[in-house]
């Protein structure tokens, strides 16, 4: 870890039922201690509000690594299992039943599965009891910027677009009505 960054814990719903797990701050993460806030963060609000997603009310947003890796380099698997006991107390807390991974070192921190993130994505995965997505980081959608079906950015809203039906069912069941009060089911 870098000492001279500060950590970037999460921005958004801290009482969501959907968290999105990134990779790790960047420079502009670093200077605003918020996750999500430079170019890969403003594709990734384009693209939540392609399926009326909103970033800072219906999700919560956080990183697998806390702090900005020199030079914005890949974190190393060190670095992914020093910070994952963190990750995993922030799960505990938001506890939330549908998990989106951006990117496959997000996919390697939860799913414990590396690389062949293009086969992982669109298809629901369970993880301790929750429903996890898999999708292309923002970064690799910022690279990869066709808007033609199939291209990697219509496949991401496609694979959004499952998530937020998802959501919807999940918060339909969310209140059943049972002898006359309400109780809660949390995941589905
Ligand atoms: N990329 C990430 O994975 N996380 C951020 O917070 C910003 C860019």
Known sequence: MNPSVQAVVSRGNPHAKLML?????GAREDELAKPFVGRSGQTLERLMESVGLNCDQDVYICNVVKFRPPKNRR??????ALSFPWLQQQ??????ALI?????????????IRGG??????????????WVMPL??????????????GAP?????SDLLQVRQRLNRINQQA??????????QRKS
């Open 117 to 130: 993130i293009s086969k992982l994505r669109g298809h629901w995965q369970d993880w301790q009891g929750r």
């Open 91 to 96: 799960i505990e807390l938001v506890d939330p």
């Open 153 to 157: 950015i219509a496949l991401t809203k």
């Open 75 to 80: 974190p190393t698997r060190q670095e992914i």
């Open 136 to 149: 292309f980081h923002p970064a690799y959608l910022l690279r990869n910027p066709s808007q033609a079906e």
């Open 21 to 25: 797990i990134g990779e790790a701050p």
């Open 175 to 184: 209140v059943v009505p049972v002898l006359g009060t309400a109780r809660c």
């Open 100 to 112: 989106v991974l951006a990117g496959s070192t997000a996919v390697e921190a939860i799913l414990g």
